[in-house]
């Protein structure tokens, strides 16, 4: 039984920051991902079991970090400076099955996502 939930999102301007929460991770290879009308899930951002090894894409590295607290059983994504393009539904994934980290069938469990918007 798993169950995520995100949590924090918001419409902000650019430059602003948020923090998105992943309630009820679980203890796996966990990571983000997001998706804007009319585009694929995007890779954003993964981090291993322990927190000891993270992840990112290109679009986001330098402004977005991910961490997790494994006494909380939830996962973190700190994003700093947004840009419009950032704009989106934002997932939290679990349950990693191998493979390519950056693909969303490598995963068994989502949350229901939480949208994201940034103005300019």
């Known amino acids: 039984q798993v169950q995520l939930v995100e949590s924090g999102g918001g419409l902000v301007q650019a430059g602003d920051s948020l923090r998105l929460s992943c309630a009820a991770s679980?203890?796996?290879?966990s990571g983000w991902f997001r998706q804007a009308p009319g585009k694929e899930r995007e890779f954003v951002a993964a981090?291993?079991?322990?927190?000891?090894?993270?992840y990112y894409s290109n679009s986001v590295k330098g402004r977005f970090t991910i961490s997790r607290d494994n006494a909380k059983n939830t996962v973190y994504l700190q994003m700093n400076s947004l840009k419009p393009e950032d704009t989106a539904v934002y997932y939290c994934?679990?349950?990693?099955?191998?493979?390519?980290?950056?693909?969303?069938?490598?995963?068994?469990?989502w949350g229901q996502g939480t949208q994201v918007t940034v103005s300019s």
């Open positions: 994934s679990a349950g990693f099955l191998g493979g390519d980290y950056t693909e969303y069938h490598n995963y068994d469990y």
């Open positions: 679980g203890r796996t290879f």
């Open positions: 981090i291993g079991r322990n927190g000891g090894s993270t």
